[in-house]
């Protein structure tokens, strides 16, 4: 089954990529701007460009913001875990444990890339996959971004730690504040669910809990803002 992504930077960024790309289909009334260089990109890779009304467009992104242009692509290509710590002295992961918003895991995938994270685990299980949202939200980073789809994160854990990387987790209940954990060297950040948090498997797992230090009472933060301040002190403390 082909994935949709639409938008123009979206599109822009997957076009850079080596993927395979069936048909990028393009608005064909309104004189939409900014499509020159996608349909440049689009030529150079052979791709079959075809013209449609806007109404189709709509259908196909089920009313999303498609800025005119729509590229049908195969299924997102996931990785293996042992490719993100391959050949890396200290990696930085960011492992996610049931994250189910699209948006938040665009988000997070687009502060990772930023950042200069090796690479973020899902699971395959109540969670939310890579898609067209996903890789919207990301503006289209989520296709340059190595992202591994794992059965079970609390084995993952196992597998990290025995590859000496060390496990954070965020939680409010945390045993150090975000400021005075040390977060270099290899490492891996667990962000859990947007509603019950890490799981109590997984937080068993982690070598120690950050908390996010508030000064005024907040019952928490967004998953995305949460984990884009614990990435960019990891990236911080990295220099």
């Known amino acids: 089954m082909e994935d949709i992504i639409f938008g ?3 599109v822009k960024e997957v076009l ?3 993927v395979e790309i069936n048909k990028m289909l393009l608005q064909k009334e309104g004189n939409v701007s900014g499509l020159g260089e996608l349909i440049r990109l689009a030529k150079e890779k052979k791709i079959v460009i075809q013209d449609v009304n806007k109404r189709k467009l709509d259908e196909i992104s089920e009313g999303g913001n ?3 242009v729509i590229v049908m692509v195969s299924p997102f290509k996931y990785v293996e875990v042992e490719e993100l710590i391959k050949g890396k002295e200290s990696p930085l992961l ?3 444990d049931g994250i189910q918003d699209p948006h938040n895991l665009g988000a997070i995938i687009r502060t990772s890339y930023a950042a200069g994270v090796d690479g973020i685990i899902i699971p395959k299980r109540r969670a ?3 898609n067209s ?5 990301s503006a289209g980073y989520a296709m340059h971004m190595p992202i591994a789809r794992v059965t079970n994160i609390a084995k993952t854990i196992d597998y990290l730690k025995g590859n000496n990387i060390w496990i954070a987790g965020a939680d409010m209940g945390g045993d150090s504040s975000l400021f005075n954990a040390d977060l270099k060297g290899g490492l ?3 962000m859990g669910n947007e509603g019950e948090g890490i799981s109590r498997l997984v937080k068993e797992k982690c070598d120690f809990i950050v908390s996010i230090p508030m000064k005024n009472n907040v019952e928490s933060l967004n998953a995305s803002v949460a984990a884009s301040l614990l ?3 990891a990236y911080r403390q990295r220099g």
């Open 66 to 68: 498609h800025q005119g």
């Open 133 to 137: 949202t996903v890789v919207k939200t």
């Open 8 to 10: 123009k930077n979206a």
């Open 16 to 18: 850079k990529e080596d």
């Open 231 to 233: 990435i960019y002190e």
């Open 94 to 96: 960011v492992v996610l």
């Open 128 to 130: 939310a996959a890579v």
């Open 188 to 190: 891996g950040i667990v």
